[in-house]
Each structure stands twice: as structure tokens, then as C-alpha cells.
């Protein structure tokens, strides 16, 4: 017998002062977008963007979460038994400010394993909520510096002329890595979104 | 154990795209989601330290100096999977509307008092049977501009982790029996009533503390399978 799951419904308006007080609210954050650890080995970059809804106007009142493993390309989880060597948790959650801004601080991730021992190019997983949005939608975040992704058996199910929306583009502002990722849910260009 | 999330079991869940909830069409994908097998990206998701809930994080009426106007309740379930196995140790935070039906959030204009005693969001994690509980008021109805003369039923937001990044769950809590079910879009946009019905707490005599609270049930279930099917 299985269970039927229960219903997924919006985060609504009025999310913030639980899930993202950030200081404006009296409630602790559970989780930041800041997932750097003292510990852990590889890259600093910020991941930076806006999201956007289907007439181009900021979406200001959204909650992304981000999952990626560590430079090794391992995932801090049970369901990745592969030792770890740092405290570096991969998870991280933010709100969007008023022009639908983001960011997150991070290290770059490492290739993981995919389907038939095909390597993954490295990536981050996103899960994307706002008012609105009845249920969370998924995409991933590819970085335009890696050579991977030419066989990245993710990128190779989504059509050529769409995978430019899940790269994010490489810039260095004030000698820190910084990757551009813009989500647009709508329009000639929205964002891929998959069915996970 | 190892887990595997059918996506067939998301048929539950509400289309992106339902107008009656007018903030939908024009933030839902529309062009074809991209389907894909799970790979060791999805099949993973977060744990989290011992310190993300702190002690008293689960009963929203002592977070400040005197306690919350209204109907004091306690909330409490299980986080069950799919095998109606429990889900032990998974975080499950809550947000809601006081029993006014005013949020705590300064975009909230609605002309209901704020209460000085409660903010309105809690934080708890599941016991080795599944099982979590939380204290609070009862929230109060509150209108919204969708639609003339639109008030959303009472209800407590519900946020969850469970074996992987894809079993995050984000719903609402409704209490059993209100008269706002048949008018309101956000709930029915659950077409399926045995999943609809999924979302609505049921009273709770047997836990209900005398002279103190009464208690609503809620059990929870989040997506994932065990590979090796159960036996009978």
C-alpha cells in the first residue's frame, strides 16, 4: 500500500518572517545564504541574479533554495555515502528584495557522478517559490566556465537553443568570482525548468 | 535505505497554472518542463545540525513577555513517506496569521490588530516515530484582492524536508469544517478532493488538554519510496 502525498501549496506573500527573517524580523533564520564553511576546500564565488515573471517585472516576493555538493562532488546527505572532509553542508535559502535581486555565497562544486557513470558537469540544484506559484519549480545552475557541460548528460535533454538559460556567466568584480544567473519564468528566454 | 521518488505520485499537487488564483498565469512556466531520471543531485538533500531548533522554537505563545490573544491550540503529526514509514528527524517550520488574521508581515494592510505577543512562526523537528508538535492560537480568516469578497480559510503554513532535495514540501494546514473550502482558489486548486482533503487537519479529542487547549491532527506525507517494496 502506498500513501498518497500531501498537496503542495504557495508560500504566499507573507513567507519572510518565517522562512527569511534575515534581521527584519524577530525570528532566527534556519537557513542563509551564505553556505561557506571555514572548512571547506575549493573556489569562493557568488552566485547573483534577479528573477523575473512573465511581463518582465522583478518578482519581489520569491524564496529560492539552492542544493550542490562540495568541490569534490560530494553531497553532504545519507544518500551519498562517499566521505566528506569538510563541515560544508550544500544547502542555502534566500529571499528576493525589491528588484527581485539574489545572491548567494558559495564555493564552486565539483563534477558528480550521473546516470551510467556519465560524469555530471558541476551544477546546483534550484528550487524556485513565490505567491503565485501553487508548488516549487526546478532548475540548475551550469557555470559557462566549464568545459563539462559540452557532455553534460542533464544539458543534452534540454534543447540547444534553450540551454543558455541554465549557464550562468563568469565575471570577477573586485577579484572575486562572481556568476551571473537571471530566472525568468516566462518569454522567449524563460528559464528551463524540470520535471523532477 | 534507498529511496526513489515516482513522479507519478506528483498528480496530487495542483497545476502551476490554475486562474483561478489570478497571481498564477503570469508566474508559471510555459514552455514543456524538461523530464529527466533522478540523479544523485536530486536523490540527495540537506540534513541540518543539531542547533537549527532551539529548545521552546515549537510553541509560538512564549516568544514573548505576555501571552497571544485567542484560542490557544496545540498542532501536532506525523511526517510520514509514501511507505507510510516515518520520517525521523526532518525539519518542519511554520508561519501564520494571528488569531485576527493579521500577519506579522509589513506588506500586510489588512486593518486587524497586530498582537504585541505573537510573531507567528515556529520551528520544530520530527522524533524518531515521525512525530512533531507545536503550541500556538488558532489563525484567524483574513480577506484578499483575488476575487470580490475573498477571504482565505484559516490556515498554517507548513514547510518540510524529507529524504531528498525533490520531497521538500511547502503547504498549508486548513482546519476541518470551514465554511471558506468551497470559495477559496488557493485550495482548490488541488483537483483531486482525496488529496484536497489531505490538507485539512481533524480534531483531536483524545489529545486535547483539559482546561488548556485543544489539539488538531495533522499527518504529513512527503514523497519518497523505499527501493525494496514492503512485504504483504
Redesign the interface.
Known amino acids: 500500500m502506498t500513501f498518497g502525498i500531501t498537496p503542495s501549496q504557495t508560500v504566499g506573500p507573507y513567507f519572510a518572517y518565517g522562512l527569511t527573517p534575515n534581521g527584519k524580523y524577530d525570528w532566527k533564520d534556519t537557513f542563509g545564504n551564505n553556505l561557506v564553511t571555514a572548512d571547506a576546500a575549493g573556489e569562493r564565488i557568488r552566485i547573483e541574479g534577479r528573477i523575473f515573471d512573465g511581463d518582465g517585472a522583478p518578482i519581489t516576493d520569491s524564496m529560492l533554495e539552492i542544493w550542490q555538493a562540495d568541490a569534490q562532488g560530494r553531497y553532504a546527505s545519507p544518500a551519498d555515502p562517499r566521505p566528506r572532509n569538510s563541515t560544508f553542508q550544500g544547502f542555502g535559502r534566500t529571499g528576493t528584495d525589491a528588484e527581485g535581486r539574489f545572491s548567494f555565497e558559495t564555493i564552486k562544486p565539483g563534477s558528480v557522478p550521473g546516470p551510467d557513470d556519465t560524469p555530471q558537469a558541476p551544477h546546483i540544484l534550484v528550487g524556485v517559490f513565490a505567491r503565485g506559484m501553487l508548488r516549487q519549480s526546478y532548475t540548475r545552475i551550469y557555470f559557462d566556465d566549464e568545459p563539462g557541460n559540452a557532455a553534460d548528460p542533464i544539458l543534452a535533454l534540454v534543447p540547444a537553443d534553450r540551454r543558455g538559460t541554465l549557464v550562468a556567466a563568469k565575471s570577477v568584480q573586485n577579484g572575486h568570482p562572481v556568476y551571473t544567473f537571471d530566472i525568468r519564468m516566462q518569454g522567449d528566454t524563460e528559464t528551463v525548468f524540470f520535471e523532477i | 535505505m534507498?529511496?526513489f521518488?515516482p513522479?507519478q505520485?506528483?498528480s496530487?499537487?495542483?497545476?502551476?497554472l490554475?486562474p483561478g488564483?489570478k497571481?498564477?498565469?503570469?508566474?508559471?512556466?510555459?514552455?514543456p518542463?524538461?523530464?529527466?531520471?533522478?540523479?544523485?543531485?536530486?536523490?540527495?538533500?540537506?540534513?541540518?545540525g543539531q542547533d537549527?531548533v532551539?529548545p521552546g522554537d515549537e510553541d509560538l505563545t512564549r516568544?514573548h513577555a505576555g501571552e497571544p490573544l485567542g484560542e490557544r491550540i496545540i498542532v501536532h503529526g506525523r511526517v510520514?513517506?509514501?511507505?507510510?514509514r516515518p520520517v525521523p528527524n526532518a525539519?518542519v517550520?511554520?508561519?501564520q496569521?494571528n488569531a485576527c488574521g493579521r500577519?506579522?508581515?509589513?506588506?500586510?494592510q489588512h486593518p486587524a490588530p497586530l498582537d504585541p505577543n505573537f510573531?507567528?512562526?515556529?520551528?520544530s523537528k520530527t522524533d524518531e516515530n515521525g512525530h512533531y508538535k507545536f503550541i500556538t492560537v488558532k489563525p484567524g480568516a483574513y480577506p484578499w484582492g483575488n476575487h470580490p469578497n475573498a477571504w482565505r480559510p484559516a490556515h498554517i503554513?507548513f514547510?518540510m524536508f524529507g529524504?531528498?532535495?525533490?520531497s521538500?514540501?511547502?503547504?498549508?494546514m486548513y482546519f476541518p469544517g470551514d465554511p471558506l473550502f468551497q470559495y477559496d482558489p488557493?485550495?482548490n486548486?488541488?483537483t483531486d478532493e482525496?488529496?484536497?482533503n489531505?490538507?485539512v487537519s481533524s480534531f483531536d479529542l483524545e489529545n486535547t488538554v483539559p482546561e488548556w487547549a485543544l489539539a488538531y491532527r495533522f499527518d504529513?506525507?512527503?514523497?519518497g519510496?523505499n527501493q525494496t517494496p514492503m512485504e504483504s
Not at chain 2, 496530487?12 to 502551476?16: G, H, K, L, Q, S
Not at chain 2, 529524504?163 to 525533490?166: N, P, Q, R
Not at chain 2, 504529513?220 to 514523497?223: A, K, P, Q
Request: aromatic residues 10%; charged residues 20%; hydrophobic residues 40%.
Open positions: 534507498t529511496f521518488f513522479t505520485s506528483l496530487a499537487f495542483p497545476p502551476r490554475s488564483y497571481s498564477t498565469p503570469k508566474r508559471c512556466p510555459t514552455k518542463l524538461i523530464l529527466m531520471k533522478h540523479t544523485l543531485s536530486e536523490l540527495t538533500g540537506p540534513v541540518y537549527a532551539q516568544q510520514l513517506d509514501e511507505d507510510g525539519l517550520e511554520i508561519w496569521a500577519y506579522i508581515h509589513v506588506v500586510d510573531t507567528g512562526a515556529g520551528r503554513h514547510s529524504h531528498s532535495f525533490v521538500r514540501l511547502v503547504t498549508q488557493i485550495f486548486s488541488v482525496n488529496a484536497r489531505r490538507m504529513i506525507v512527503l514523497r519510496r
